[in-house]
């Protein structure tokens, strides 16, 4: 016999012997008590101090009283029992594997059974979710790291076998599938680090109008040959944050404008509004198809699977910024720009320190 049944058994036979030690001890503590007024105020009808009609009315009153008391332990383990029953059941389920068990309740059963059911069915199912993205993150970066990887050993198992030549080109071939190996990893680990509440941030006064105009600098020749152009609106604001992870959200925001943008101006704004400073970078389209707009931050997503790999994209660019703005109490919003172009929008929550230089 499992544990449940014998916990039932046990409370039914509890609650019968506590039923019975109450009546016994009512029964002869009112003759005790009887006992006492009829030796003070002894009485000459009455000679004997229990009789057989008082025994037989005890035993007629014991037997009506435990079949009530049977009945309602039976109820009471019931509606406790059979939520514990399922609960205890999922429970092993979930150990041996089977994370989509989930415990049952009933309408009948107590408040406090109840919210323990429903607080383990939703522990289940963020353990069954969290497995989900596991398996799918595993899934995902194997086949992120498979393509770079079987390049890079074919392309040297090519220069072994003397059918590539060792030259500059190959070499710097070679030296680009590492560096997407690189990013990649890099990604990854922002966004772990941040999901797990572990990305660390130098917070200092920073002038932001001043990082991105380096950033613009830096990346003007590259983009210019490329067929954009950088133009910079920028108020002078300093704000608590880490500058470098600010650049690195900045440089992944502008690498996806040049992936997936049509070739024009790319537009980086800081703003102050309503208390906080939004920093926006946007572009001339084509934008966000609307189906996938709610899901470009999320790990993977890519807007244009296609132009991505061609590009080199690995579906983690807005995901990293994401994961930085998080870090830094702050939000990333995406809607479509005024000339239909995709318009990213950091929004910094942290204190504005004064402005000036």
């Known amino acids: 016999m499992d544990a449940p049944t014998g ?28 006992s006492v007024i009829v030796a003070v105020y002894p009485s000459p009808e009455t000679d004997e101090w229990l009789t057989s009609l008082d025994l037989a009315i005890f035993a007629a009153l014991v037997l009506v009283t435990l079949p009530i008391a049977a009945f309602v332990a039976l109820r009471l383990a019931r509606r406790i029992l059979d939520p514990l029953e ?25 408040g406090e059974t109840a919210s323990l059911v429903a607080d383990f069915n939703r522990m289940a199912q963020r353990l069954q ?12 970066i194997a086949h992120e790291l498979r393509t770079p990887l079987t390049i890079l050993k074919g392309r040297l198992q090519g220069i072994i076998d003397g059918v590539f030549e060792p030259d500059e080109l190959t070499l710097r071939r070679l030296i680009h599938q590492v560096d997407g190996l690189s990013r990649l990893v890099e990604d990854l680990r922002t966004v772990t680090l941040a999901d797990s509440g572990h990305l660390d941030l130098r917070i200092v006064p920073t002038r932001l109008a001043r990082e991105l105009e380096e950033i613009a600098e830096l990346m003007a020749p590259d983009l210019n040959s490329g ?22 959200a900045v440089l992944a925001l502008i690498s996806n404008a040049r992936r997936h943008a049509l070739r024009g101006t790319i537009t980086i704004s800081l703003k102050r509004r309503d ?61 479509t720009a005024p000339g239909g172009g995709a318009l990213f929008e950091m929004e910094f929550k942290s204190p504005v320190a004064p402005q000036g230089r």
Request: aromatic share 6%; proline share 3%; net charge negative.
């Open 7 to 34: 916990l039932s058994r046990q409370i039914l036979v509890a609650t019968s012997a506590i039923t019975v030690l109450a009546g016994i001890l009512v029964f002869f503590g009112t003759y005790l008590i009887y």
């Open 86 to 110: 399922s609960l205890a059941r999922s429970a092993r389920q979930i150990a041996a594997g089977d994370l989509s068990a989930r415990a049952a309740t009933s309408e009948k059963a107590l």
């Open 129 to 140: 979710d969290m497995a989900a993205d596991m398996a799918l993150w595993n899934a995902t």
């Open 227 to 248: 067929g954009f152009r950088l133009a910079l609106d920028l108020d002078d604001i300093i704000v608590d944050a880490d500058a470098t992870r600010v650049r690195q």
């Open 275 to 335: 208390g906080t400073v939004v920093l926006a970078i946007s572009d001339q389209g084509p934008g966000i198809h609307p189906d996938l707009a709610g899901q470009v931050f999320e790990p993977f997503v890519r807007g244009d699977p296609d132009r991505a790999k061609e590009t080199g994209g690995n579906g983690l660019g807005l995901s990293v910024v994401r994961a930085i703005m998080d870090a830094h109490g702050g939000s990333l919003r995406y809607r």
